[in-house]
């Protein structure tokens, strides 16, 4: 019950207010306050609602848990003792070289302002990774070790962003000192413009950016906000999340920003062509922006929540790239041929995409020079180039540049990011109350892909497992997609080592997220897969 302590001023009254009726408006408040469930206004709660601001981007950084307990050891068989150069221990080391041209493009603004880096193809960073790669070759005692130059594409357009920021507007109605505020993980896709003067424009949640979604949603005008939430890494989403973002434009969007919801605060590089100025977010900031409309709707005020996006981006043609190329001569069937690929160049500090590919690849190059096994056939190692640059494909270049090989290959083996470690979400949550990933004791699962469904092939990933341990997925594939692509025309099977982990094209892409025991796995299996293959008649090969 309410009581109002009794006082020589209300016990005597207030002309026209009778004796009671402060108890009666105490009262009347009190219900007001729990009808509205003590709902607090902006300016008691703080800039910005009182929500945590997100933490600012960090290069170089783990987005994920990495705790104590590593991956569990690799599986050495008793006969592979001896081949330390397939051991962990060594190949990381080269993956930390590779990363390490990252990391420089990175300190020397190689690209605009420095928020894009990378090993990236037609600039020094891709340049001087190949050529290291080419050095190994000769270390390892391959006297055919050679940089092959080739040209971009006459009709070729590489678009690159210099700088750009994702600005949330500061309004006093979000509460006192709501100032602006710099999503950091902000990521502009290919080939979004914006004029010099940049955007701004209203923000609208649109959800998943599905027809029955935006039947309800005006988003004339306005930076539609789209939610991602990748099924393993973001090539899965491009069918659905492009076509979304197309059909906001068409609707009248004047831009759009994915919320991608991947570990950490990353930026994701992926997505192209939405037919506008777009945009992605990293799961961190996504939970900010996704609070703070919340609870501009709760108050009234989401009509007064704008971003402000500016960008600056230029497109290159004529550019110079280079492969890496190291032959192996074959013994009595040195005729025919088995390429191995790893593409060198990579956005960001690229340790899974693919630094951990060339590293394995260097090893078994070092591993087929050292005369513990002479090969039947030619093997030919590809440090290629062009991966992600357009009008630079590094197998399709080999392919033309080297038409003895390419006429004799019987396989071409691609090997394209294997060795990150496992993420899944943690029981943890970060102070904003995101959801936080944490790794576990073994690798990211690997696709197996066959092209041509040879079942000898793809008996042989059923024994790695068995020999090995590697976390090969349990079914067969007969994907070629990545570098498999540029073979395609040699008409040969095409084999696939890929994994599909959520830090795919981010820069959480970094070295602490890579299994030293996982690069030993993989390097030993594919030894072993290439021995396999090159003691076995043409007919198993590609029946």
Not at 184 to 189: D, E, I, V
């Amino acid at each position: 019950m309410l009581r109002l302590q009794q006082t020589p001023e209300n016990r005597s009254g207030r002309p026209g207010l009778p004796a009671r009726w402060p108890v009666v408006l105490v009262a009347l408040v009190g219900a007001s306050l729990s009808a509205a469930g003590l709902a607090q206004t902006p300016a008691a709660e703080g800039a910005w609602f009182g929500v945590p601001l997100p933490p600012v981007f960090e290069p170089h950084v783990a987005p994920a848990i990495i705790g104590d307990r590593g991956p569990s050891p690799a599986t050495v068989p008793p006969d592979e003792g001896e081949y330390s150069e397939l051991t962990g221990a060594p190949i990381r080391a080269d993956l930390t070289a590779i990363v390490g041209f990252s990391k420089a493009s990175r300190s020397r603004h190689e690209i605009g302002a420095g928020q894009l880096w990378g090993r990236i193809t037609g600039f020094p960073s891709s340049r001087d990774t190949i050529a290291w790669a080419v050095e190994q070759f000769r270390a390892a005692g391959i006297q055919d070790a050679t940089l092959q130059p080739f040209e971009q594409d006459e009709d070729a357009e590489f678009w690159l962003p210099l700088s750009w920021e994702i600005r949330l507007v500061g309004d006093a109605a979000f509460g006192p000192n709501s100032g602006d505020v710099v999503l950091s993980t902000a990521m502009p896709l290919s080939p979004s413009e914006l004029p010099a003067a940049g955007l701004t424009a209203p923000l609208v949640d649109v959800g998943t950016a599905s027809t029955a979604e935006l039947v309800h949603i005006d988003v004339r005008g306005k930076v539609a906000v789209q939610h991602v939430t990748p099924q393993a890494h973001t090539v899965f989403e491009r069918a659905s999340t492009v076509p979304r973002a197309r059909a906001l434009f068409e609707r009248g969007a004047v831009g759009v920003i994915n919320v991608v919801d991947q570990p950490g605060n990353e930026r994701a590089r992926d997505f192209s062509n939405c037919g506008g100025p777009c945009f992605n977010l990293g799961g961190r900031d996504g939970v900010f922006l996704d609070a703070v409309m919340d609870r501009a709707a709760e108050a009234g005020v989401i009509d007064r929540l704008q971003a402000k996006l500016t960008l600056d981006a230029t497109r290159r043609s004529g550019l110079s790239a280079h492969n890496g190329v190291a032959i192996v001569p074959g013994s009595d069937l040195g005729d025919e041929a088995i390429i191995i690929n790893a593409h060198a160049d990579a956005w960001f500090d690229g340790a899974g995409d693919n630094a951990d590919g060339l590293a394995v690849l260097i090893a078994l190059a070092k591993h087929f020079a050292g005369g513990a096994y002479q090969p039947s056939r030619t093997l030919a190692f590809v440090a290629s180039a062009g991966h992600h640059s357009p009008g630079m494909n590094g197998p399709r270049n080999f392919v033309a540049m080297n038409p003895e090989i390419a006429r004799s290959a019987v396989l071409a083996l691609n090997i394209e990011h294997v060795a990150q470690r496992n993420l899944s979400p943690a029981r943890s949550l970060s102070e904003d109350g995101y959801r936080e990933f944490i790794a576990d004791a073994t690798e990211a699962p690997i696709v197996a892909g066959v092209s041509n469904a040879s079942p000898f092939l793809d008996g042989l990933f059923t024994r790695g497992v068995e020999r090995y341990g590697t976390n090969f997925v349990s079914g067969p594939s007969t994907m070629a997609s990545g570098e498999g692509g540029g073979y395609r025309s040699l008409g040969v099977a095409i084999v696939t080592a890929m994994q599909a982990p959520p830090l795919y094209h981010t820069s959480g892409e970094v070295l602490e997220v890579i299994s030293t025991p996982g690069l030993e796995r993989i390097a030993r299996f594919l030894a072993f897969f290439i021995k396999q293959v090159d003691q076995a008649p043409i007919g198993q090969i590609n029946p």
